[in-house]
């Protein structure tokens, strides 16, 4: 078995996180028995969804396993069949089209923000100790109960 080390591979080609969280996030949504759902920006090249069923350039999608049949959280592209209104279709999107992921009975999961910071590595340059944890700007950590 391979450990990932930070080392292991240039910053400069990290890949995306969004499609590992939108993964963990459907995990974590079905194991507790909720029905994830996802919200789509319909107006990015690659979307393919119904259009009559698009509104103000959006649309909610339930990914729950009785709604979709083989559906693929793939790195760069989500797919499945799913009905709308009773019709069959294929429904394709690149991840970067997914604005959030929720469970529709209790409203809890994540949206992810519009800008690349997520296809970005987090430290932009060496860490030079100038900044101290808990700067302005700077993202922290707290445990919530």
């Known amino acids: 078995m391979s450990l990932c080390r930070a080392s292991d591979a240039p910053m400069s080609s990290s890949t995306s996180r969004r499609p590992y969280l939108i993964r963990a ?5 079905c194991d507790n028995d909720l029905t994830p759902h996802i919200v789509i920006d319909a ?16 649309i909610i999608l339930n990914i729950g396993s009785r709604a979709t049949e083989s559906l693929d959280l793939g790195n760069e592209t989500i797919s499945f069949s799913t009905r709308f209104a009773g019709s069959a ?14 469970a529709r009975e209790t409203g809890e999961g994540m949206i992810f923000t519009d800008d690349t910071s997520d296809d970005a590595p987090d430290n932009e340059g060496p860490d030079d100790g100038g900044d101290p944890p808990n700067a302005p700007g700077r993202p922290t950590l707290k445990v919530v109960k």
């Open 25 to 29: 996030m459907h995990e974590w949504i």
């Open 43 to 58: 107006e990015i090249d690659g979307v393919s969804v119904p259009g009559d069923h698009v509104t103000d350039g959006k």
């Open 89 to 102: 279709h294929s429904v394709r999107m690149p991840c970067n089209a997914v604005l959030g992921i929720y």
